[in-house]
């Protein structure tokens, strides 16, 4: 099938040609690698929908997971400052969901004890946003836990590794038994 891309069943896969530029994701290739074909993917987005999730529900159950983990919650600072859906003057941002630990880049938030996490996303009520919080709220909670450690030891060693931690999460909390525990 991938012989138009000159490659051979013995070659790598190109990250380019798995679903996303971080190769993090196999979606363009599930396809081909679905265990059980004949089976429907499980969505929970109608489910959301009839519930009436927002954007700050959806990061509430997210901060509630990590949380049972026996993690602290998310500063206050999280949910003021945070931008959780596209704003609604019509400003041009950037959608794309990142985290952002703005202690690391602030002394005097450092100075005066600031633990300033945010998330900048346009949230919508899907399965894969909701998916997508956990994995940004992975990097907030990493961050929260190497606060208070000097600016040079609070990065992983690899990118890579943040992006671990996010994905790890994310399998976690795909399992349809997780999923119907939280509704």
Same mark, same amino acid.
């Given at each position: #099938?991938? #012989?138009?891309?000159?490659?051979?069943?013995?070659? !790598?896969?190109?990250?380019?040609?798995?679903?996303?530029? /971080?190769?993090?994701? /196999?979606?363009?290739?599930?396809?081909?690698?679905?265990?059980?074909?004949?089976?429907?993917?499980?969505?929970?987005?109608? %489910?959301? %929908? $009839? %519930?009436? +999730?927002?954007?700050?529900?959806?990061?509430?159950? $997210?901060?509630?997971?990590?949380?049972?983990?026996?993690?602290?919650?998310?500063?206050?600072?999280? /949910?003021?400052?945070?931008?959780?859906?596209?704003?609604?003057?019509?400003?041009?941002?950037?959608?794309? $969901?990142?985290? /952002?630990?703005?202690?690391?880049?602030?002394?005097?938030?450092? %100075?005066?004890?600031?633990?300033?996490?945010?998330? #900048?996303?346009?949230?919508?009520?899907?399965?894969?946003?909701?998916?997508?919080?956990?994995?940004?709220?992975?990097?907030?909670?990493?961050?929260?836990? +190497?606060?208070?450690? !000097?600016?040079?030891?609070?990065?992983? $060693?690899?990118?890579?590794?943040?992006?671990?931690?996010?994905?790890?999460?994310?399998?976690?909390?795909? !399992? !349809?038994?997780?999923? #119907?525990?939280?509704?």
């Amino acid at each position: #099938k991938y #012989k138009a891309f000159g490659l051979s069943e013995s070659d !790598p896969i190109p990250a380019h040609l798995l679903g996303n530029m /971080w190769a993090q994701s /196999w979606e363009n290739l599930y396809q081909d690698v679905a265990p059980y074909p004949s089976i429907d993917e499980i969505n929970v987005t109608p %489910q959301m %929908q $009839a %519930q009436n +999730y927002d954007a700050v529900r959806m990061h509430k159950l $997210a901060e509630e997971f990590y949380t049972s983990l026996g993690l602290n919650p998310l500063p206050k600072t999280f /949910w003021n400052n945070s931008m959780l859906v596209r704003p609604a003057d019509g400003r041009d941002v950037v959608c794309h $969901a990142s985290a /952002w630990d703005l202690e690391a880049t602030s002394p005097l938030n450092a %100075q005066m004890g600031i633990h300033d996490l945010r998330i #900048k996303m346009c949230t919508k009520v899907n399965q894969e946003d909701l998916f997508v919080i956990h994995h940004e709220q992975g990097h907030l909670f990493y961050d929260s836990y +190497y606060a208070e450690h !000097p600016y040079l030891f609070r990065g992983g $060693a690899n990118d890579g590794f943040h992006e671990a931690i996010g994905d790890t999460i994310r399998l976690s909390v795909t !399992p !349809p038994a997780h999923l #119907k525990v939280i509704g």
